[in-house]
């Protein structure tokens, strides 16, 4: 697997970690350098000064180079208008986007070029990842058909989030750990909170994280002793101190593992093949599509004895 993203961010070493794990042979090219990365890795320079919009299509004569050498029986693509742009100038293997929010939400609302660029990507992705309904419905907007698309929610690290003594606070308490930015509208969560205690007088709401919005959001949340605190603290932290926590919002800052989970159960591999040969991997990825995995033998029996008690209610 060739795995293309920015390499500082949290979630693409979690998927590298992942499938590295599994006994996968995974490379990743990144043009943002980093260190400590969990698959073998290769830094792309591209000259910093140039625009976005410029460094990385000039960035695919490289990769052109590092697919020829590595010859990836798939290729993972994160966020659509820079990784997802060069794979699709590039890739002629399979290939997966994976969308994260802000490239499908945003970015292509910028103007008449960001919203052709995101077509252009989609329109050259065999199959597309989201990790939340809102998303998949965004992405269905541009033309893409749903059954290429696979949603899931990103998961919870369970070693570092699990259930504690029972907290001296008498109502929920809840946590929001997004990264304190303008973009993730934490300022509705601090808002919104006093409706809560209008209904729930007992509810506490404490913000983990860090960001450019620290400082506005600290001022808004003012003197109330509803919100216990706008940190800088890591969610993790807080929670394996204190595990005491009854909600979290589904997304993290880059140094969360609430984020990701270090489990992917959508993205398996197949059983007895962990030391295939990459003819037999190859083979097995276009007969069983990423997007398309039927469901496990468990869902299929509760299914069954869900239609059987509609049908006894009837």
């Not at 400590?36 to 140039?50: K, S």
């Not at 706008?230 to 932290?237: D, E, I, L, Q």
């Not at 204190?242 to 591999?269: L, Q, T, V, Y």
Request: hydrophobic share 40%.
């Amino acid at each position: 697997m060739l795995l293309l993203g920015d390499a500082r961010q949290v979630h693409l070493r979690r998927w590298g970690d992942y499938f590295a794990a599994r006994g996968y042979d995974v490379l990743t090219a990144s043009l943002e350098p980093a260190t400590g990365f969990p698959t073998r890795f290769i830094h792309i320079p591209v000259p910093g000064f140039l625009p976005d919009a410029a460094r990385y299509p000039l960035a695919c004569v490289k990769l052109r180079g590092i697919m020829a050498d590595f010859n990836p029986t798939v290729v993972s693509a994160h966020f659509v208008p820079n990784y997802g742009m060069m794979a699709a100038l590039v890739c002629r293997s399979p290939w997966v986007l994976s969308t994260w929010g802000s490239d499908i939400m945003s970015v292509p609302e910028k103007s008449a070029f960001h919203r052709w660029r995101t077509q252009f990507v989609l329109d050259r992705a065999p199959w597309v990842t989201s990790d939340a309904q809102v998303l998949t419905e965004k992405i269905r907007s541009f033309g893409y058909a749903a059954e290429r698309i696979l949603t899931f929610p990103y998961g919870v690290d369970t070693a570092a989030f699990a259930p504690g003594a029972p907290p001296d606070q008498p109502g929920p308490l809840i946590l929001s750990n997004r990264k304190l930015e303008s973009l993730y509208r934490i300022d509705v969560i601090v808002d919104a909170f006093a409706a809560v205690r209008e209904a729930l007088p007992d509810a506490a709401l404490t913000i983990a994280g860090d960001g450019g919005e620290k400082t506005r959001l600290v001022e808004r949340a003012g003197t109330s002793t509803a919100v216990s605190g706008v940190s800088a603290t890591p969610a993790a932290n807080a929670c394996r101190t204190e595990r005491r926590f009854i909600a979290f919002d589904d997304k993290g800052s880059g140094e969360n593992p609430i984020s990701s989970s270090s489990r992917c159960p959508r993205f398996r591999r197949p059983a007895g093949r962990g030391t295939c040969s990459p003819k037999k991997r190859l083979r097995w990825t276009r007969s069983r599509p990423w997007c398309r995995h039927a469901p496990s033998a468990t869902a299929t029996r509760a299914s069954a004895r869900r239609s059987s008690r509609t049908a006894t209610s009837s």
